[in-house]
């Protein structure tokens, strides 16, 4: 089992950055697929961002390409959303979450355990 605490969001206007990090404790980090998920008020948590196990694939929403970066540090049970040129759409409760069986996958019922999510709005 692995506990999720997310951390790094706040209030931002549009065009600024914040990177949001995710810290995990438990069973070994790097056994864990990690992704970050969106959900904002009335619609579906989505995916935005998947890392495999070893750091060398990287996944992401159409909507945020060339905006966002998820990266990890195994050595320091971290994952990170860079998030770059925010818009007031990228205005969410931003989760982590973590998939131990299976492969890199956008699809949240693969994910096993979650955060508790941390807080994201953008200004216009």
């Known amino acids: 089992q692995v506990q999720l605490v997310e951390s790094g969001g706040g209030l931002v206007q549009a065009g600024d950055s914040l990177r949001l990090s995710c810290a995990a404790s438990?069973?070994?980090?790097?056994?864990?697929?990690m992704g970050w998920f969106r959900q904002a008020p009335g619609k579906e948590r989505d995916a935005v961002a998947v890392?495999?196990?070893?750091?060398?694939?990287?996944y992401y929403a159409d909507s945020v390409k060339g905006r966002f970066t998820i990266s990890r540090d195994n050595a320091k049970n971290t994952v990170y959303l860079q998030m770059n040129s925010l818009k007031p759409e990228d205005t969410a409760t931003y989760y982590c979450a973590a998939d131990l069986t299976g492969e890199a996958s956008m699809r949240r019922y693969n994910y096993e355990y979650w955060g508790q999510g941390t807080q994201v709005t953008v200004s216009s």
């Open positions: 890392i495999t196990r070893s750091g060398a694939r990287t």
């Open positions: 438990g069973r070994t980090f790097s056994s864990y697929v």
